[in-house]
Nanobody, 116 residues
Framework: QVQLVESGRGLVQPGGSLRLSCAAS????????LGWYRQAPGKERELVAI???????DYADSVKGRFTVSRDYIKNTVYLQMNSLKPEDTATYYCNAPLRTGEDYWGQGTQVTVSS
């Protein structure tokens, strides 16, 4: 079983930055894909960014050029650096780790609010 714990919640002004962290309870060397999702009130959960074990990343069009996902293999943590934040980025952000076994793990979510 894998536990994912997100941190970094906050209230920021438009144009500001925030970094989210997702700490895994196991080595992330064996987790091929680590993803960040978000869900705004009344909307479906959407993929924001993914990081693969091969070093590739991918982003939703709405965050390209503003968000960066990265891994720290020593700390077993995946980060989401968010710059130039917009009010529409307001959501609960979740970390996701789908395993080869078919198990799918989620963090508890962390709130990001972008408002002046």
């Amino acid at each position: 079983q894998v536990q994912l714990v997100e941190s970094g919640r906050g209230l920021v002004q438009p144009g500001g930055s925030l970094r989210l962290s997702c700490a895994a309870s196991t080595s992330i060397f064996n987790i091929i894909t680590l993803g960040w999702y978000r869900q705004a009130p009344g909307k479906e959960r959407e993929l924001v960014a993914i990081s693969t074990g091969r070093g590739t990343t991918d982003y939703a069009d709405s965050v390209k050029g503003r968000f960066t996902v990265s891994r720290d293999y020593i700390k077993n943590t995946v980060y989401l650096q968010m710059n130039s934040l917009k009010p529409e980025d307001t959501a609960t952000y979740y970390c996701n780790a789908p395993l080869r076994t078919g198990e799918d793990y989620w963090g508890q979510g962390t709130q990001v609010t972008v408002s002046s």
